[in-house]
Structure formats: C-alpha cells, structure tokens
C-alpha cells in the first residue's frame, strides 16, 4: 500500500541554520504530495504542496521538489528563525482509495534556538 | 470566509460513555474526511464523505465510530461506549471537491480524554 517515510526527529538548530526533513514515499502512480506544520496548540497548515513530477513547492522560505526518480520531497529552509519550531508532517493524497484520502507521515518535530 | 471549526474543542469522559464530535467545514466544499492524531499511531484517515454520503468508512476502527453529514454541510463523530483507547484529537478536513491534487483544510481539532 501506499505510504510515506519521514525522518526521525526531534531535530534541533540554531537559529539561521540550513534545514532539511526528509520525505519519501511509496506510491501507486504519481501522487500530490504536501508539507503541512503545525504550530503549539494549533491546527495542521498547508506549508506548501507539488502535483507532478519536478515541481516545486514553496511557502515562507521553505521549499520542496516532487522528485520521482527517488521518490521523495524533501523539506528544506535556508535560514530557519525560531518562529519555525513547529512539527513537520509530509502526506500524499492516495490515489488508490478513490478517494484521495491523506496518508500522512510520522511528523518531524523542529526546535529552533536563538 | 471562516475554515473550518470542530467543537467542542476538549473533552474529557469516563470510559464506556457516548461522546458525539461535531465538524462545520467551509462552505462550499463538498468533500469532508476525519482523521484521528494520536502519538502511538500518527495522523490516520477515519471517514470521507462526499456529499451526505460517506463512501469510504475503511479508517473507522471498530462500529462503536459512526459518522453522518447532513445537508452537505455538519458533520458528526460518534463513538460508542468509548474505550480509554480512543483518546486522541480527532481532525477534520474539507476540500472544494475531494480532487487529487486538492488542498484540505483543517480544522483546530477536538482533544478527547477517555478516562
């Protein structure tokens, strides 16, 4: 079945460090694939998202290429501040289900320090 | 225009009570899942409904879970005879028309303690 694969976190930077969370997933055809965060005490928000193959995703400095050769989508910043202490979750819509259903992945939590 | 809310926003009850979930997506929108966040199982899909109809119910974990939509619009989550087990947040999500490459939109959650 489908499914996604994100990296362990927490991962912890210092503030304007390079930033790079992990994503690959297995699929069946070319799913959209999402970054969304979440916020302490607050809901999941879209970051960003890719419909086909080598798009780019971007969105307050993040950004995400569709890579199809290696299936992945990695999330990456290059100068993260500490309001992006967040956890991070990549998902793919299941085009299997019919129904596009999410299948979301472990999340990454970030801790950004001053 | 407003996203979407859930209420109540926490709740806290004794095992083997009813607890009822209520969902108010955007307006509009005509695709509406559920998921459920726990921290042994992550984000997991519950239900979807297209419309007043719910033809994927494959995430539901057990039949204590029911859900309905009526008029296109609310949605309700109701477990059964709750189970500490069932503690989690429970998301719910809209979107335009539950295409492929669509966004869904979530809301805050509802935290649920099953005591």
């Known amino acids: 079945g489908n499914s996604v694969t994100q990296m362990e976190g927490p991962v912890t930077l210092s503030e304007e460090a390079f930033l790079t969370i992990n994503c690959t997933y297995t699929?069946?055809?070319?799913?959209?694939l999402f970054w969304y965060v979440q916020y302490p005490g607050e809901g999941l928000q879209l970051l960003l998202k890719?419909?086909?193959?080598?798009d780019k995703g971007s969105n307050k400095g993040f950004e995400a290429t569709y890579r199809k050769e290696t299936t992945s989508f990695h999330l990456e910043k290059g100068s993260v501040q500490v309001s992006d202490s967040a956890v991070y979750f990549c998902a793919l819509s299941d085009l299997g289900s019919g129904t596009y259903k999410y299948i979301f992945g472990t999340g990454t939590r970030l801790k950004v320090l001053a | 225009g407003a996203g979407v809310s859930q209420s109540p926003s926490n709740k806290v009850t004794e095992k083997g009570k009813d607890v009822e979930l209520r969902c108010d997506p955007i307006?509009?929108?005509?695709?509406l899942y559920w998921y459920r966040q726990s921290l042994g199982q992550g984000l997991e899909f519950l239900i979807y409904?297209?419309?007043?109809?719910?033809?994927?119910k494959s995430g539901l974990p057990s039949d204590r879970f029911s859900a309905e939509r009526t008029g296109g619009s609310v949605s309700t989550l109701t477990i059964q005879r709750t189970q500490q087990e069932d503690s989690a947040v429970y998301l719910c999500a809209s979107s335009r028309q539950g295409g492929p490459q669509e966004t869904q939109y979530f809301g805050p959650g509802t935290r649920l303690l099953v005591l």
């Open positions: 699929a069946t055809g070319y799913p959209s």
């Open positions: 307006s509009g929108h005509t695709a």
């Open positions: 890719a419909t086909k193959a080598d």
């Open positions: 409904f297209q419309g007043n109809s719910a033809p994927d």
